[in-house]
């Protein structure tokens, strides 16, 4: 229950922040803000050289930044981590050229992240609110990045049990696979650009010897 409010007052109170992309774009060197000491160069370094991770136009990557749902979204929708096939389709075929919005009350159909979720909708790999908004501003929080990550990778999840909290299947299974860095301590924790490359590089590489924190010790 307290994990739901969170949820909810976060849509409250982050839903109408103004959401403009952000100056990014591949790069063809290292971060300079990443130097090879960093917990996560090995991995961000890798998604760098995959053309999964687009740094800032300064040369920097900025690991420590939270990351919201729409930038995650439009992380994970990308051709080296899932099937994108249709996906520059996906608006005019799945959403009526009258409508303003994208599956949820508060993704404009010309947002620049529209595409992914329209996307990640129709795949089931997003949901959104209890109200009908999907909160892009929002800063994502580690159970709804581990949902969205166990059905990006299409990961087998044990069914929830009566009176279970609908996150921890999938945190079970992240859990499992030792892909939840050492940094993520609470189920509700912000996530960081470097957080998510890590877990997504463990996922994707099939890391499971590095530092990892288990279910058992999440708060």
């Known amino acids: 229950m307290v994990l739901t409010w969170f949820l909810l007052i976060g849509s409250l109170l982050f839903g109408n922040t ?15 803000d990443v130097p090879v ?3 996560y160069y090995q991995s961000i370094e890798y998604l ?10 300064d040369g920097t990557f900025k690991p420590d930044t939270r ?3 729409a930038e995650f979204v439009h992380f994970v929708v990308n051709p080296f981590i899932l099937d994108t096939n249709n996906m520059s389709a996906c608006l005019k075929t799945n959403v009526p050229d009258t409508t303003d919005t994208v599956f949820f009350s508060d993704v404009a ?5 529209a595409p992914d979720v329209c996307f990640g909708k129709m795949n089931s790999i997003i949901d959104g609110y209890p109200n009908g908004t999907y909160g892009p501003a929002n800063s994502i929080n580690f ?3 581990a949902k969205i990550i166990c059905n990006v990778f299409s990961l087998d999840t044990q069914n929830r049990e009566t009176g279970e909290f609908w996150y921890r299947p999938f945190v079970q299974r992240l859990s499992d696979l030792h892909a939840i860095p050492v940094s993520i301590k609470r189920f ?6 470097g957080e998510m490359a890590e877990i997504v590089y463990r ?7 590095r530092p990892s924190s288990i279910i058992s010790n999440l708060r």
Not at 109 to 113: I, K, L, M
Not at 203 to 209: A, E, G, P
């Open 188 to 193: 509700d924790q912000t996530m960081t650009r």
């Open 37 to 39: 000491n960093s917990t």
């Open 18 to 32: 103004a959401l403009a992309q952000q100056d990014t774009a591949f790069s063809k060197n290292p971060f300079t």
């Open 48 to 57: 760098r050289t995959q053309n999964v991770l687009k740094g800032y136009l």
């Open 203 to 209: 996922l994707k590489v099939n890391v499971t010897d």
């Open 109 to 113: 159909r010309d947002s620049w992240y």
């Open 143 to 145: 159970v709804e990045a």
């Open 67 to 69: 990351i919201n749902r």
